[in-house]
């Protein structure tokens, strides 16, 4: 089942270090996105990519979050100097990203806990 | 942008019983809508969705209903099980990025 992969499942940090989540998207999909879902509330949407190349990040806070598509690879969100306000469970989907086949399909997400 | 309203946030039912989620939008220019169920702890799943030229899609136990002019859709489902206890989320979103706007989430609790 080739389905979209997240890394590490769970991940604890220590405030200030960095944390960084991995996303490998279904094969032949060149479309990700990023969610964060904090308890008990819906999906906020992050940051739009293809590959190489960052389409839509207006979810994104402007500091210590970065996330990149590469070539080659998964897709990588960082987040810098973390802080309590960090944790939540971050949600990557992926999507052929073609007219008509817009469904997004998610992985199963890293919760991040930071102490 | 986009707004998704998202009715109500928790509904309970008997075994047996019909339940109907109901999510309104904003932006007219929408047309692809997505209903994801969420077991706790787990990823949202995709269990059924509606582009805006149908007004109605079943899949067994699950239907949608979209109104354009009055933008909405809503969620039912019929002769609910224990196993459809989880949150459901509603989505909008339109063509170009199809990035979705989602709704706060219904959980629904289904009694034996």
């Known amino acids: 089942n080739a389905g979209v992969m997240q890394n590490p499942r769970h991940l604890v940090r220590r405030r200030g270090q960095e944390a960084r989540l991995r996303c490998s998207p279904m094969?032949?999909?060149?479309?990700v996105y990023w969610y964060r879902q904090l308890p008990e509330e819906g999906l906020k949407f992050m940051v739009y990519?293809?590959?190489?190349?960052?389409?839509?990040e207006s979810g994104m806070p402007k500091e210590r979050f970065s996330a990149e598509f590469p070539k080659e690879g998964p897709s990588i969100l960082r987040i810098q100097q973390v802080v309590r306000g960090d944790s939540a469970a971050y949600f990557c989907?992926?999507?052929?990203?073609?007219?008509?086949?817009?469904?997004?399909?998610f992985g199963p997400g890293t919760r991040l806990l930071v102490l | 942008g986009e707004n998704v309203e998202q009715h109500p946030s928790t509904l309970s039912v008997q075994e047996g019983d019909s339940a109907v989620i109901k999510c309104t939008y904003s932006?007219?220019?929408?047309?692809?809508f997505p209903w994801y169920k969420q077991e706790l702890g787990k990823r949202p799943q995709l269990i059924i969705d509606i582009r805006s030229n149908v007004g109605e899609k079943k899949d067994q136990r699950i239907a949608v209903t979209l109104n354009k002019t009055a933008k909405h859709f809503s969620l039912h489902i019929t002769e609910t099980q224990p196993e459809d206890s989880a949150v459901y989320f509603c989505?909008?979103?339109?063509?170009?990025?199809?990035?979705?706007?989602f709704g706060r989430g219904t959980s629904l609790i289904v009694h034996p």
């Open positions: 989907a992926s999507s052929p990203g073609l007219a008509g086949a817009e469904t997004q399909y």
């Open positions: 094969k032949g999909h060149s479309h």
């Open positions: 932006d007219s220019a929408s047309n692809y």
């Open positions: 990519l293809q590959k190489e190349n960052i389409i839509d």
């Open positions: 989505a909008a979103s339109k063509g170009g990025s199809y990035i979705p706007t």
